[in-house]
């Protein structure tokens, strides 16, 4: 009921607020419908589209989960922050809602992005399965950025920092990555750095259960289980953090 609580807090919140939803849709809606102009005629894919979607998904994921904790920042400067901390609630409990809060935010723009995609002639191959094993894993990435993104905002002393923090790394990221060339075309230092980005795995799931009928397992249950220990380890040092 305390997490309940406070989400739905959050959640009032930003739906009176859009601006907030806003903000964080307009870079991925913006980069989904230049690259699909700019490369629709890319031989090296049938359809660039499709091939380019889960990577601007998780640049979603980056960019609206990554901010996240800057919510702390305005509850910090209204005094809320502070009755909170000093209340019966439990502190894993703040860090949770955080999180759902956080997911809500980014499925409203997952949601608004595969509709626009789908408008033009995007296509999951591995149906209804392959939707809700895509939804999963994008929870699991949303949990492991935000629960990052909470503890960042403990760390740095103001919103200046943090949003240039945030960033500084989102873009790298998003470009070492697979999300917009294949993986198997990646050359030298910037393929081993592509293997060792987290969100590359994410993106190769994520495009495998799109573009095939046949589920990998082996390679999506890796990447779960990678993101998984990824999140638990993030949400623990968000505790920790936000004890001292």
């Known amino acids: 009921m305390q997490v309940y609580n406070l989400v739905w807090r959050s959640v009032k919140w930003r739906f009176q607020n859009p601006v907030t939803i806003i ?3 307009v870079q991925p809606l913006i980069w989904l419908l230049l690259f699909s102009t700019m490369f629709s005629h890319n031989r090296a894919e049938e359809h660039y589209t499709s091939f380019i979607l ?12 990554g901010v996240s904790g800057i919510a702390n920042y305005s509850l910090k400067t209204g005094g809320s922050f502070y009755r909170m901390m ?3 609630v439990k502190r894993s ?15 409203i723009q997952i949601i608004i992005m595969a509709s626009i995609a789908f408008a033009m002639s995007v296509r999951i191959a591995s149906g209804i399965s392959g939707m809700l094993l895509m939804a999963a894993l994008l929870f699991l990435t949303i949990a492991f950025v935000s629960a990052v993104s909470y503890t960042i ?13 945030i ?27 592509a293997m060792l980005n987290p969100f590359t795995h994410v993106i190769n799931s994520l495009r495998m259960l799109m573009q095939t009928t ?4 082996f390679q ?15 949400f623990g040092i968000a505790v920790l953090t936000q004890r001292k």
């Not at 889960?54 to 989960?65: C, E, Q």
């Not at 790298?172 to 993986?183: H, M, N």
């Not at 046949?214 to 397992?217: E, K, M, P, S, V």
């Open 93 to 107: 409990s703040i860090i949770l809602a955080h999180i759902l809060d956080a997911a809500v935010l980014s499925f």
């Open 220 to 234: 999506l249950l890796a990447t779960g289980g990678l993101i998984f220990i990824l999140g638990i380890a993030a």
């Open 153 to 165: 905002s403990f760390i740095l002393p103001d919103e200046n920092s943090f949003i240039a923090l």
């Open 214 to 217: 046949t589920t990998d397992w």
């Open 167 to 193: 960033n500084t790394v989102t873009l790298p990221l998003f470009f070492v990555s697979s999300a917009l060339i294949p993986y198997e075309q990646l050359e030298g230092g910037f393929r081993i750095a």
């Open 54 to 65: 889960p990577g601007i998904l998780v640049m979603g994921v980056l960019s609206g989960s």
């Open 86 to 88: 000093i209340s019966p």
């Open 23 to 25: 903000m964080t849709l």
